[in-house]
């Protein structure tokens, strides 16, 4: 069971996530309505109760020294995932394990090497140890924010989508929650295009559900939590977005 947390516990909670390494004691104080000395304890024994467990940096590899990072999805048996995560780490150009409460792909494992034959050796790393590399993939960008809920209360909550512009080409590409109740759902995406739903020059590129990454076609059916990447060479507009996200209202 976890611990007890409050509403001010939260809200520093949110504030570090956003960037803790520029976000002092003070600078929380006054956001939150306490004051400093406050802060400084209360962070300290959320550290102490093992609710903040580290400060990382987030590391751009590429733009560092032109390094690949790449994620392999694993699976082992459940009664050997911890003992595999932990001989996984040390493996060199292993950055991060994490165990997946599932059965088939419980494992993620991520790895930064230098070209592709360093990839290769990691992979033969992972599989020596036992673990099954069921698929990866190189990470072309990450993303980060705080959890919202724990964020200012008088503050309207973050929309569930995300866009990224110039990800292939002059393209736009929208990531975004499929909310129960929007007219797509239970709509295959031919169906869609027909009910003029989805322009024809809007593309559903992938769809991502309970941990597997779906190729779509015609005959795929949009479901409720269904994160979707949508692609456009024109532009994709609110009308669109509203296909997919219009039952969250």
Do not use: W
Not at 209 to 217: E, K, L, S
């Amino acid at each position: 069971m976890g611990e007890r947390i409050d509403e001010t516990d939260e809200q520093i909670l949110y504030h570090l996530s956003q960037e803790a390494r520029h976000t002092s004691a003070p600078d929380i104080a006054e956001k939150v309505d306490v004051s400093a000395p406050t802060v400084r304890n209360r962070i300290r024994r959320l550290e102490e109760e093992g609710i903040i467990i580290g400060y990382p940096a987030h590391i751009n590899y590429e733009r560092a020294d032109g390094l690949l990072t790449n994620m392999f999805m694993c699976s082992t048996a459940a009664t050997d995932r911890q003992e595999l995560a932990q001989r996984a780490l040390e493996i060199p150009g292993v950055i991060n394990v994490r165990e997946i409460m599932s059965g088939k792909g419980n494992l993620r494992i991520k790895a930064v090497g230098t070209d592709t034959d360093d990839l290769t050796r990691i992979a033969q790393d992972i599989t020596a140890l036992g673990i099954e590399i069921d698929n990866e993939d190189l990470i072309h960008r990450e993303y980060f924010r705080p959890y919202a809920q724990f964020g200012p209360r008088d503050q309207e909550p973050i929309s569930p989508v995300t866009g990224v512009a110039g990800l292939a080409g002059d393209a736009d590409v929208i990531e975004v929650i499929v909310k129960g109740g929007a007219p797509i759902v239970g709509t295959t995406l031919k169906e869609a295009n027909e009910a003029d739903l989805i322009p024809s020059d809007v593309l559903v590129v992938r769809i991502d559900r309970n941990d597997q990454a779906i190729t779509p076609t015609g005959e795929t059916a949009i479901e409720q939590g269904d994160f979707v990447t949508i692609h456009s060479r024109s532009g994709i507009t609110e009308e669109t977005l509203e296909a997919f996200t219009e039952g969250q209202r």
